[in-house]
């Protein structure tokens, strides 16, 4: 079942540092000019002699300078003869010159999706690495988030605090820091980690977002409220370094009932958006309306979120089922990718291998979910594979679980109840999770609850299935989600099999 | 532009006290950064050629202040004329020695006498001498090396920085290779013309904290320290054929090259180091042999740590007394490298090394 997130937080997103920097979120917040090197003279110097001497090492010696002074492009004809003399040129030259000569691509900023194993690999390469280098605060990082990334919370805390020791002030790891402890359910954590360093954080307008954020998605005031909202209207940062603590200062005045403001906030946040605040003004448009923007147009690196929830919107399912995978892929500890790409592909595509290949995966990182334990059940039922779908469902019975997450499970019980025949007892089910949807006051959960139920009677070909099926059409008569649609038109279609199997005898009413 | 009129640029054909006859003008050391005071030649006496540095007064004329300009010019001849007698008296045999010095008039007035120091000049420098070898050579680097660390060596033992070493300023003669240039030299306690600057060598070679306009108050950090990164460059430089910083450049996010980077020094130092990660990594896989690149990057690790203050060898820095960026232990170490490259047992006398650690 998937219903939207109501409270969405900007919170810091985590990608590995390479990511991270080549989106530009690492760079200077500061609008000013660049430094330049009064190297002028030495580097001239430097290419009569090569000039003078035509020998590598004196083309090595130019080339290198002008690199520090980031001027080496002007010298296309020094890289060219290292090239042609490349059997005699060191490859570290040999790799200046060519950069100089064919300057490289961005790089692609496709997350790839990797496997424990590949994970496991790259966990010993970096603890490795981090033998030699010990100080390297950006690697423990690194490390901390392929320790998460395969749900290995503790490692993962172990190697993040020692970078926050080493580097207690910077944006990369406080930002990752943050997003660590908030999926390991220690905000607080987090935030006395951002507030230890008041004098760095409110110069930083990342940080303010990160703690901004932060605080409100652990329920307690932010500490920087005040200067955050000063920052982000200072012009002297970029609109780029501003845009996450607009987005998420609009968030607070959303939730505080200002939505006016809330609305302008966001549009300002839009001037130079990453994709973090451009899916929080997507998920703001659809809880307030009246932003007037179109997310689904920009160009903006990694949006795998916004673009997924957009195209969801549209009824693109392939679109937003690979966007959700890639969302997946750039966010792999996180529930909500998960949840909405499993959601496409049980639900909408009916691909359930895939959905169980999916949340598998995700279980290892985030064991005892209860919505991808939820999910998991569904797809496997719908494989046919009933033993396993209620031993999944079993594995948190015993636990107490928030009414919200009640509702679908025992819808999913229902399910398996009825395909194993036990109709009233899975009709008992869906009752109970439609009457705490009605609780819970989510209407998507009432009505996929509604439509479930319609479908698992058309399914079994029962005689109640007529009436489930008006009960589902009245109860989504006021929502018009696409996904709702499509599962109302497969619920008719089925109602219509089972009605004309029965006209034509070949099944009887159960 | 520098006033081409001087004295200082008359030199040439003349016959100088101890019979040197000036030749032609010296590419080196004219119109480089910051107010250079010389003018360059190369002079020849009995056959032995020789690099002669004439002191030009006119290059006040284009300062604004005039008075000032000529004190800062003859304090800046003074100084390295200094400096190289105590070279010369000490007998730093790792460091281009001078040869000879005096005074030649070339015009009336006052201007028209012209100082000038006589050095023993090399054909080539590391530059020609590394293209004259493979790229597999090793003995020659390790030779070159072990002389530059000898020099640095002896410089500090005097309470020298050099401050510029750097390919060009590594001058290579039949058996062995010298420091040139101490025209940005510094020393301890002693008032010097480069003392105002936050470095006084070529900037394209600086350390990274230089770049991002890190500055440290202490003479051993700020100077020491910056010798022993620019001598962990000269290694990373042999083998790679780009300076430490270059190499390092290559590693880091454009967005955090100190020509963008407004922020502290502090700021962006993560991002700093693991770039100088990358860059040894790098650096190992460029130098042959299977256990050599492991101890020069090693070497590498301690010299260019982009952090100053863990700058230099492990244990110098364990030691609470003695100087933290001493050659003194590289000195022995590139000594004994070359030594066992010379004979070939380079490769089995590491191993060892590593398999009794």
Known sequence: ?510 | MPNENGAAHKLEGLTLQGGWKVKSRHLRADGSTGMRYSVCYHVERDGQKGFLKALDLTRADDEKDFTLALELLTTAFNFERDILRECGAKRMDRVIAPIDEGEVRVEEGMQGRVSYIIFEEADRDIRNQLAAMGLAETTARLQTLHHVATGLFQLHGSEIAHQDVKPSNVLAFPQVSKLSDLGRASRRNVPGPSDGDDYAGDKTYAPPELLYRRVYADFGVRRLGCDAYLFGSMVVFCFTGLSATALIMQHLNPDHHWQKWQGTYEDVFPYVRNAFGLAVADFASHVPGARLPEELSQIVRELCEPDPMLRGHPRNRADRVGDQYSMERYVSKFNDLAYWSRLGLLEQRLDKHARRK
């Open chain 1, 1 to 510: 079942m998937l219903v939207e997130n109501k409270d969405r937080k900007v919170v810091p997103r985590w990608r590995d540092f390479n990511t991270t920097a080549a989106i530009g979120e690492l760079s200077d917040p500061t609008t000013q000019p660049k430094f330049t090197l009064q190297s002028e003279g030495a580097i001239a110097r430097r290419y009569d002699e090569w000039s003078s001497t035509k020998t590598v090492w004196h083309a090595a010696d130019l080339l290198s300078s002008a690199a520090v002074a980031d001027s080496a492009h002007r010298f296309k004809d020094v890289a060219r003869f290292v090239v042609e003399h490349q059997s005699i040129a060191p490859p570290g030259l040999l790799r200046l010159a060519r950069t100089v000569l064919l300057p490289a691509d961005e790089p692609a900023l496709t997350p790839f999706q990797q496997s424990f194993t590949q994970t496991r690999k790259l966990i010993h390469l970096f603890r490795r690495r981090l033998s030699s280098e010990p100080r390297n605060s950006v690697a423990w990082a690194d490390l901390s988030r392929l320790y998460a990334s395969i749900g290995q919370e503790k490692h993962a805390a172990h190697a993040m605090s020692v970078a926050s020791s080493i580097s207690p002030t910077n944006r990369f790891i406080l930002r990752s820091a943050a997003r660590l402890f908030l999926h390991i359910k220690d905000a607080g954590f987090a935030l006395r980690m951002i507030r230890k360093s008041p004098d760095v954080a409110i110069r930083d307008p990342w940080l303010l977002a990160a703690e901004v954020a932060v605080s409100s998605a652990d329920g307690v005031p932010s500490f920087f409220a005040k200067k955050a909202k000063r920052v982000a209207e200072n012009a002297g940062f970029s609109d780029f370094a501003r845009t996450e603590l607009q987005s998420a200062l609009a968030t607070l005045e959303m939730e505080s009932g200002n939505t006016r403001l809330a609305r302008r906030m966001f549009r300002n946040s839009l001037a130079c958006p990453n994709e973090n605040s451009l899916a929080q003004v997507g998920w703001a448009e659809r809880q307030i309306g009246g932003i007037g923007v179109v997310v689904s147009n920009r160009a903006v690196p990694l949006s795998f979120e916004a673009d997924a929830n957009a195209a969801f919107l549209q009824g693109q399912w392939t679109t937003s089922y690979r966007n959700a995978l890639r969302w997946i892929d750039d966010q792999p500890f996180s529930t909500r990718p998960v949840i909405l790409a499993t959601y496409l592909s049980s639900t909408i595509l009916e691909d359930y291998a895939a959905s169980i290949d999916i949340l598998e995966k995700a279980l290892g990182i985030n064991p005892g979910n209860p919505v991808l334990i939820n999910n998991l059940a569904f797809a496997q039922a719908n494989l046919g594979n009933l033993e396993d779908a209620m031993t999944t469902l079993n594995s948190i019975k015993d636990r107490p679980v928030p009414e919200l997450y009640a509702v679908p499970l025992l819808a999913t019980e229902g399910l398996i109840q009825m395909r194993m025949k036990q109709f009233d007892k899975g009709r008992s089910l869906y009752r109970d999770a439609l009457d705490r949807a009605s609780r819970v006051s989510i209407p998507r959960y009432r009505v996929g609850a509604a439509i479930h139920l319609a479908l698992e009677e058309a399914i079994g070909r029962t005689s109640e299935a007529p009436g489930a099926l008006k009960f589902a059409e009245k109860a989504a008569a006021d929502l018009h989600d696409p996904d709702i649609t499509l599962l109302l038109s497969r619920a008719r279609d089925l109602q219509r099999e089972a009605a004309t199997a029965l006209l034509n005898g070949n099944q009887f009413p159960l």
